[in-house]
């Protein structure tokens, strides 16, 4: 069975331009959230999605927005980029909107701006 | 309220020893904890988890123990190997919801 695959593995980008990270939840998962990790913050919750409906949101900027498809597939987008937004992207899929909490993560995307 | 505190930072251990990292938590609400192990590169795997009804949960090498009066869980390593340095991750989360407050995170290293 295949893990959650995100894509880009690695990007960097400039202060005020966008991005665009893909997260392949594990087949049949319905949950996707994201995190995001630095070493001065660890991991914080960005927002987490079911079935096509944003369920829950972290507290970071509306510069930070996600969606997911109807494959449960998601995406997250960051606009304006600062040079505070590098940092390693985590997607994490899960059975369901309540199951266990057993989040299943991928290797993340690792964005630099600069 | 939503704050996860883990402590030591960093530990140093030799083989087979025991080490112990510990975590507290403010929201009583929270009613799942589970522990993650991150190596370098790859994204944080869960290593086990325990709910506020049970004391104790042992998994392989791996126990955690948990006090709800004083809203304390720890990680401790039974025989720790070379092989589990890493950073680990305590974290919390209520209802089944899929947001974790995750603590800052413990390096391990394990000498051999």
């Known amino acids: 069975k295949a893990g959650v695959t995100q894509t880009p593995r690695y990007l960097i980008k400039t202060r005020g331009q966008q991005v665009t990270l893909s997260c392949s939840p594990i087949?049949?998962?319905?949950?996707v959230s994201w995190y995001q990790q630095t070493p001065g913050q660890g991991l914080q919750f960005l927002f987490e999605?079911?079935?096509?409906?944003?369920?829950n949101k972290g507290n970071f900027p509306g510069r930070f927005s996600g969606r997911q498809f109807s494959n449960s597939r998601s995406e997250m987008n960051v606009s304006t980029l600062e040079l505070g937004d590098s940092a390693l992207y985590l997607c994490?899929?899960?059975?369901?909107?309540?199951?266990?909490?057993?989040?299943?993560f991928g290797e993340g995307s690792r964005l630099t701006v600069l | 309220q939503q704050q996860v505190k883990q402590s030591p930072q960093s530990l140093i251990v030799q083989k087979g020893g025991i080490p112990i990292i510990n975590c507290a938590y403010e929201?009583?609400?929270?009613?799942?904890f589970p522990w993650y192990q991150q190596f370098p590169g790859k994204g944080p795997a869960l290593l086990i988890a325990?709910?506020?009804?049970?004391s104790e949960k042992k998994e392989g090498r791996f126990t955690i123990s948990f006090n709800k009066s004083a809203k304390q869980f720890s990680l401790h390593i039974m025989d720790s190997q070379p092989g589990d340095s890493a950073t680990y991750f305590c974290?919390?989360?209520?209802?089944?919801?899929?947001?974790?407050?995750f603590g800052q995170g413990t390096r391990l290293t394990i000498n051999p």
């Open positions: 994490a899929s899960s059975l369901g909107q309540f199951s266990t909490g057993e989040l299943f």
């Open positions: 929201n009583t609400a929270f009613d799942y």
């Open positions: 974290a919390a989360s209520r209802g089944g919801a899929q947001k974790l407050v």
């Open positions: 999605y079911f079935s096509e409906t944003q369920r």
């Open positions: 325990i709910r506020p009804d049970v």
């Open positions: 087949s049949g998962h319905r949950s």
